[in-house]
């Protein structure tokens, strides 16, 4: 696993095996069901978490979570392709879209992937690099996602 830094970190000392958690976030048990004989029962155990959650949890493993994701889409305005995913090599903090002030001739504004840190902390962000192009390097990570060979 890794920490939001980039750093290798052990957790539990054992690697983590998905199906095995999809078999216990689908558990009934921990909304404070017991499951018997194709029947859902009222346990005499305290609930670990809210029916609620347990729930959205399972929607969003059988894919019914699509709502949030499109939502989470609508918030990227400007469909920035990497947003969230590219880190700076010198700082490791996420690379986040932000239009510039200036327009191109189509009135689109120019996009830049700037760093978290800076957006927050402006000049008194310790890492020397400020904004890069968005635009260039998605297109970038296009034409390599192109020329990747298939398997």
């Given at each position: ?9 052990v ?7 998905p199906n ?11 909304k ?24 959205e ?17 609508d918030?990227?305005?400007h469909?920035s ?23 191109d ?17 402006g ?14 390097i998605?297109?970038?990570a296009?034409q ?8």
């Amino acid at each position: 696993m890794k920490s939001r830094r980039g750093n290798e970190m052990v957790v539990g000392g054992k690697r983590s095996i998905p199906n095995k958690i999809k078999v216990i976030v689908t558990n009934p048990l921990y909304k404070g069901v017991v499951y018997h004989n194709g029947e859902d029962y009222s346990g005499e155990h305290e609930a670990l978490v809210s029916e609620k959650l347990w729930q959205e949890a399972n929607d969003a493993l059988s894919g019914k979570g699509q709502k949030h994701k499109q939502a989470l889409l609508d918030r990227n305005t400007h469909r920035s392709l990497l947003k969230g995913i590219i880190r700076c090599g010198e700082c490791v903090h996420r690379l986040t879209p932000k239009p510039g002030g200036k327009k191109d001739r189509d009135l689109n504004p120019y996009l830049y992937y700037t760093r978290n840190n800076v957006s927050k902390n402006g000049k008194a962000a310790t890492c020397s690099l400020r904004n890069d192009p968005a635009r260039a390097i998605d297109d970038f990570a296009i034409q390599i996602g192109r020329d990747w060979p298939s398997a």
